[in-house]
């Protein structure tokens, strides 16, 4: 037991050395075997000449691919500024994790995504395209939260996201009077998408 609690706080203190652009830790185990798992974590893709982000590489990933990975971290609370599973993850820090885990940099903050110029009317919105909104002050018309769009034939538009509200981390929500209320804009990045 005193090497399974030696174990928990080396890896802590690996996470906690770390920063978006370096490796996170990922710490599983049952009774007394702990396993610890490098979570590559990609730099944001490069900007663009006028300093912005305007387009990620997909590579062969798919949108059900992405939207799969994506259910399984379902349940997963809330944590300002992480993307670390273990601890939590905020809005951008969930999605991250989920493009990362395909080997797909992203920008890092909600922000960066209102520059990627691929922008498509929300009648048209596919799964797998990210849906951007203000922070909680929908006064303030910068985009500040985000999730990525589940589109089903016949239903509702829904978005999994990690939100601070009510389900306090990783879930689904349909596209309800608060969050029209608080919609910027969708973006595609998948180009199967355009299809």
């Given at each position: 037991?005193?090497?399974?609690?030696?174990?928990?706080?080396?890896?802590?203190?690996?996470?906690?050395?770390?920063?978006?652009?370096?490796?996170?830790?990922?710490?599983?185990?049952?009774?007394?075997?702990?396993?610890?798992?490098?979570?590559?974590?990609?730099?944001?893709?490069?900007?663009?000449?006028?300093?912005?982000?305007?387009?990620?590489?997909?590579?062969?990933?798919?949108?059900?691919?992405?939207?799969?990975?994506?259910?399984?971290?379902?349940?997963?609370?809330?944590?300002?500024a992480s993307i670390d599973p273990t601890q939590g993850f905020d809005c951008s820090g969930f999605i991250?994790?989920?493009?990362?885990?395909?080997?797909?940099?992203?920008?890092?903050?909600?922000?960066?995504?209102?520059?990627?110029?691929?922008?498509?009317?929300?009648?048209y919105a596919k799964t797998g395209d990210l849906i951007l909104f203000t922070g909680t002050d929908s006064?303030?018309?910068?985009?500040?939260?985000?999730?990525?769009?589940?589109?089903?034939?016949?239903?509702?538009?829904?978005?999994?996201?990690?939100?601070?509200?009510?389900?306090?981390?990783?879930?689904?929500?349909?596209?309800?009077?608060?969050?029209?209320?608080?919609?910027?804009?969708?973006?595609?990045?998948?180009?199967?998408?355009?299809?």
């Amino acid at each position: 037991m005193r090497y399974l609690t030696i174990l928990f706080a080396l890896a802590g203190f690996i996470y906690s050395c770390s920063d978006a652009r370096k490796p996170t830790y990922v710490i599983t185990g049952k009774g007394d075997t702990v396993t610890v798992a490098k979570q590559d974590t990609l730099p944001p893709p490069e900007p663009d000449s006028a300093g912005l982000f305007t387009k990620i590489n997909t590579g062969s990933t798919t949108p059900e691919q992405l939207l799969s990975f994506a259910h399984t971290l379902k349940g997963i609370p809330y944590k300002y500024a992480s993307i670390d599973p273990t601890q939590g993850f905020d809005c951008s820090g969930f999605i991250t994790y989920v493009f990362n885990h395909f080997k797909i940099a992203v920008p890092r903050r909600s922000v960066d995504f209102t520059y990627i110029n691929h922008t498509v009317d929300l009648n048209y919105a596919k799964t797998g395209d990210l849906i951007l909104f203000t922070g909680t002050d929908s006064t303030v018309r910068e985009v500040g939260h985000m999730g990525i769009v589940i589109k089903s034939p016949g239903k509702e538009l829904t978005f999994i996201h990690s939100t601070s509200g009510k389900a306090d981390g990783v879930t689904e929500t349909p596209f309800n009077s608060y969050y029209q209320g608080r919609y910027v804009k969708t973006v595609r990045i998948f180009p199967q998408n355009d299809k």
